[in-house]
């Protein structure tokens, strides 16, 4: 389930909208991780992974970054991380047609588009029911696109000093072993094949050309 929902500028953290949450009892314990996500945000700039999932404890964030607005949300472990990227991506669609021209102006107050929270509510109800056939369709089709996304731990991140940075070679290699994998399965499925059907290719072209030779020729 969604628990939270913030967007902010990359640029300097500032927060431009959140949702007003409706779950009252882990307030306390959300709390904690609304602290959290202005941490990250801090943690972000230019360079930060595009799209990136970091666990802690109960939850996960999973932030989308896109024209340097970071869209963030908490949601449960249980929740399937395909719905939390196709959530985060309704919004930033919605969120750069709607205010997009205005995210970098320098006189922006702090939830300056507070407003956007009826959107986010709105596209949150789609989502929370993952076994509607809506959510079910997008959970086929994104299946593979979310096993690329990077996955970190917030302990690392905010405590030991690692960063939100790309990592290219690790990207590098994840696409590389993609290609790689492509490639060989391309390979074993065309191996099948003329395992399969070689033979009786084979035995229809012979068949062909004693035909061809006999009633040609003849």
Known sequence: MVKHTVIARVSDGLPLAASVDDDQNGEAEL????????????????????KCSIESGNYYFHYLIQNGVCYMT??????PRQFAFSYLEELAKEFSMSYGNEVEKRNLRPYAFV???????????????????????????????????????????????????????????????????????????????????????FIFVIIILVLYWRFWWY
């Open 74 to 79: 908490i949601c449960e472990r249980s929740y």
């Open 115 to 201: 407003k956007f929270d009826t959107f986010m509510q709105k596209t949150k109800k789609v989502y929370q029911n993952t076994r509607t056939q809506h959510n079910l369709d997008r959970l086929n089709t994104e299946l593979n696109e979310v096993a690329n996304i990077m996955t970190k731990n917030l302990e690392n991140v905010l405590w030991r000093g690692e960063g939100l940075e790309k990592m290219s070679s690790l990207s590098d290699q994840l696409r590389y072993e993609s290609q790689k994998y492509k490639k060989s399965a391309r390979d074993l499925n065309l191996q099948l094949l003329l395992r399969k059907y070689g033979p009786l290719v």
């Open 31 to 50: 709390a904690d991780y609304k602290n959290k996500a202005k941490l990250l945000f801090k943690k972000m700039n230019e360079n930060s992974e595009e």
